[in-house]
């Protein structure tokens, strides 16, 4: 997967992508990054890439050029006979869920637009963007952390990027109840104790107690998976309440 990022602080992107299992997808050879300074498609002498909003209000708007440029600069090294997804990470996009993570993760080429101040110009969003995706209710101060977030979720359901302990297939989300509890060596800490039944070696048991942790955590936090989980097996909801 070859991925670009448009954005004005390319330091950060690169300390994000450079590390931990991002960084592993690219020295593995699964994918591909490729950080582009926005600051360097802008107009001499000031290079600025942000302007007053037209109609007035507070904050300051992405110029269209900077963006256009290098998005064009960009088109060069993608190739036409793959797939192409240019993500714009915004607080007024689509919620990020686990199938939209699944369905990126097959992609071949994704560009991240990274936005800052009020936002971009709204003639990238429409003439260049495909995704306009948000992590949450919630506003960051620039898209650069939420490309991460975006990419993180996509990078690790590539299959290799992941060894087997590590298994994203039980994860909360690819699964429909949250995921359990976790307990590792040593088996006290400091007084505090490893729930015998996960030493017991009786592999029944012990799945028929983590699914009922991620049950009784499920209905707990939210309800509305809960919901779908129920009315998907034929539970009454009350068997563990
Ligand atoms: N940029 C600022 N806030 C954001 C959010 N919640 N999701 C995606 N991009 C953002």
Partial sequence: MKIHFLTPF?????????????GRGQSKGYVNYNIHNLFDYADEPHCRIDDYPFGGGSGMVMKPEPVFRAFE??????????SLRVIYPTPDGKVLTQPLAQELSVTDQ?????????GIDQRIRENIVTDEISIGDYVLTGGELA???????????????LNNKESADTDSFSHPLLDGPHYTRPE???GMETPKILLSGHHQKIDEWV???????????????????????????VKNG
């Avoid at 994704?110 to 009020?118: D, E, P, R, S, T």
């Avoid at 490309?147 to 990027?161: F, H």
């Avoid at 049950?215 to 779908?228: G, I, M, Q, V, Y």
């Fill in 188 to 190: 006290v800490y400091n």
């Fill in 211 to 237: 699914n009922e942790q991620r049950e009784n955590k499920t209905r707990e936090r939210r309800p509305d998976l809960w919901k779908k989980y129920i009315s998907s097996k034929g539970k009454d909801g």
């Fill in 110 to 118: 994704l560009v991240f637009i990274n936005g800052h101040y009020k």
């Fill in 147 to 161: 490309s991460a977030v975006i990419l993180d979720s996509v990078i690790r359901l590539i299959p290799g990027v």
């Fill in 10 to 22: 390319p330091k950060m992107v690169d300390s994000i992508v450079s590390e931990s299992i991002l």
């Fill in 73 to 82: 600069e960009v088109k060069k090294s993608l190739d036409d006979k793959k």
